[in-house]
């Protein structure tokens, strides 16, 4: 940090090198703090899931949810995921962390399908270096007996780069995880690279159409969609839409054939609380569509 700073300091020509330097010191001293307080954070219950809804788009119905990590430091307020998972990779604290995320999630997938409510499945979202860990296929094993969650009410969101710099044992617990009956979506689809080949190889449920291509006006991205509506279609994969923000986004996806919708049109990720309380019978989930 500090030698990029004067580089940058040199380069402007002006006499703000205190300035920068100082400052990208105080950046890198407030990472080791963040990086302290994220390591009690967990023992202190500062981390909460909040789940956002996934709906049909003909009917709205709630299907699930995604569980995304929040951080409430007391001092800072709510830290979103951005601003510490990659510290926590870095650091090795992921696995702690994800840890605590597997137990949450499946505690709160078990009370989601208590008896005769229709089936709500939590995605959890797992990042590369999460399956590096040994055993992480035992470890959802794990999770799911001590929890009383079953393998149908979660699923697995993970990015494409995971199956691009294909590591040893990543098909392996992919495909233990499938056969335990847990669902593999593809995360933040088509932003990765254009290797579409590992689409047949591995075993995936669902793509997730990123939100980039659903909030943006350009009409290429209006044809990649459907695009990838008719790659999901051929080979029989279900597909979510991300980021989806307004009925004309909505209108137009379930016109191409989509499914399924997730957004801040329907809703913000919510606390725990709120989404035990959420209806989920067609007719009276309270969302509009
Ligand atoms: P993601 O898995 O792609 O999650 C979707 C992100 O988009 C979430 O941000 C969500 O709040 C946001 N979002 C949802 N609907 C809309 C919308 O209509 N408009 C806009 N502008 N944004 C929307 P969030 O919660 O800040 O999470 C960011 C990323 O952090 C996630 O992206 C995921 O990659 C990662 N993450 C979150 N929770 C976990 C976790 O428990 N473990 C790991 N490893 N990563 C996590
Ligand atoms: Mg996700
Ligand atoms: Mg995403
Ligand atoms: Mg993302």
């Keep these: 940090y500090a030698d990029s700073a004067m580089y940058l300091a040199k380069r402007s020509g002006r006499n703000d090198f205190r300035f920068y330097s100082k400052d990208l010191t105080a950046s890198a001293e407030e990472r080791l703090t963040l990086e302290s307080e994220l390591r009690r954070a967990i023992e202190r219950g500062e981390l909460e899931l909040h789940y956002q809804p996934k709906v049909h788009l003909q009917n709205g119905t709630i299907f699930g949810s995604e569980a995304l990590l929040r951080w409430r430091h007391p001092k800072r307020g709510m830290i979103p995921p951005d601003q510490f998972i990659r510290i926590a990779e870095e650091t090795g604290l992921i696995t702690e962390l994800g840890h605590w995320v597997l137990r949450e999630a499946c505690e709160t997938a078990t009370e989601l399908n208590a008896d005769g409510l229709p089936l709500h499945k939590v995605a959890i979202n797992l990042s590369a ?3 590096q860990c040994q055993d992480l296929s035992k470890t959802v094993a794990d999770c799911l007996e001590m929890t009383g969650c079953r393998a149908e009410w979660i ?8 199956l691009l710099n294909e590591k040893d044992g990543t098909l392996e ?6 056969s335990m009956g847990i669902s593999i979506a593809i995360d933040d689809f088509g932003t990765g690279y254009s290797a579409l080949n590992y689409l047949s190889r591995y075993p995936i449920d669902t793509l997730k159409i990123d939100r980039s291509f659903i909030n943006s006006t350009n009409k290429s991205s209006a044809e990649l969609v459907k695009a990838i509506l008719s790659i999901a279609r051929c080979l029989g994969q279900n597909v979510v839409a991300e980021g989806v923000e307004t009925v004309g986004q909505a209108a137009f996806l379930a016109a191409n054939g989509c499914e399924a919708a997730q957004g801040f049109l329907y809703s913000r990720p919510l606390p725990k609380s709120e989404i035990m309380r959420l209806p989920r019978r067609v007719g009276d989930t309270g969302l509009t569509v």
Aim: overall charge negative; proline content about 0%; hydrophobic content about 35%.
């Design 129 to 131: 270096r999460e399956f």
């Design 173 to 178: 617990t992919l495909s233990r995880l499938r």
């Design 155 to 162: 699923e697995i969101e993970i990015t494409e780069s995971l």
